[in-house]
């Protein structure tokens, strides 16, 4: 199955599809976690990378296109994958029907979780991260357990001014790719508050994972 999650920072999007991905047997690929290793290696893509994600801003089209393609290339993302956060523009959306249409492959769903921008800033400033397995956790509502309490970090763009500017993004530029996949028939909406065991039920209800499981 080849699933897309979209939804602002702060949506749940990497939790829902750590979650999804696992049931599915596919491999979750998360623009934002790749690109963070990107960065982590210190090259020139790496800087060019932080630059803009330092500021909340996106990342050019090319760059993240590069990435993405090329861990879609990998022998365990051909038959299905789940993309968390990605496409963000129209452009990125073209480029990757460009690449699955080669292989006569399409996009099976694309999930919109929805959050209102009141709920994000709670979620942003509570959420933490463990570095060594990439699961996310919130100091409130989801507390990482006390094991690894002392090696959770919290992202350096998720404070309250990079926020701004990454929902404000969000708002812009993810606009019209709602519009790409509504007219292809392709979007589904999903309420993201709540329980994420909740959320992860609308999201297999609201599409045909329950008939891959
Ligand atoms: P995320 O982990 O999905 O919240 O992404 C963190 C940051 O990575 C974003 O604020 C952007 O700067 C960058 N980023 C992630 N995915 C994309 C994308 N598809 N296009 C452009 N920039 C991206």
Redesign the pocket.
């Known amino acids: 199955m080849r699933l897309l999650l979209i939804g602002p920072?702060g949506s749940g999007?990497?939790t829902q599809a750590g979650i999804i991905s696992k049931k599915l047997h596919v491999p979750h690929i998360?623009?934002?976690?790749m690109?963070?290793e990107t960065i982590s290696k210190g090259n020139s893509l790496g800087k060019e990378?932080e630059h803009?994600?330092s500021q909340?801003?996106?990342?050019?089209?090319k760059l993240?296109i590069k990435i993405?393609m090329e861990r879609l290339a990998e022998p365990d993302a051909k038959a299905g994958f789940l993309l968390?956060?990605?496409?963000?523009?129209v452009p990125?959306a073209e480029a990757l029907d460009n690449e699955l249409h080669k292989c006569h492959h399409n996009i099976d769903a694309v999930v919109k979780i929805e959050v209102p921008d009141g709920n994000i800033i709670e979620r942003i400033s509570g959420r933490r991260v463990d570095p060594e397995t990439k699961k996310i956790y919130h100091v409130k509502f989801n507390p990482p357990p006390k094991e690894i309490a002392d090696r959770v970090i919290q992202?350096g763009?998720d404070n309250e001014e990079?926020l701004r500017n990454?929902l404000e993004?969000y708002h812009s530029d993810t606009a019209p790719l709602i519009d790409y996949y509504e007219e292809r028939g392709l979007l589904t909406r999903v309420a993201g508050i709540g329980k994420v065991e909740e959320v992860t039920q609308r999201i297999i209800d609201a599409t045909k994972i329950k008939d891959r499981l």
Do not use: N
Not at 30 to 33: I, K, L, P, Q, T
Not at 56 to 61: E, I, N
Not at 84 to 89: A, I, K, L, Q, Y
């Open positions: 920072p999007k990497g998360s623009s934002g976690d690109l963070r990378a803009y994600m909340g801003a996106l990342v050019p089209d993240v993405i968390d956060g990605f496409p963000r523009t990125q992202r763009d990079t990454r993004k």
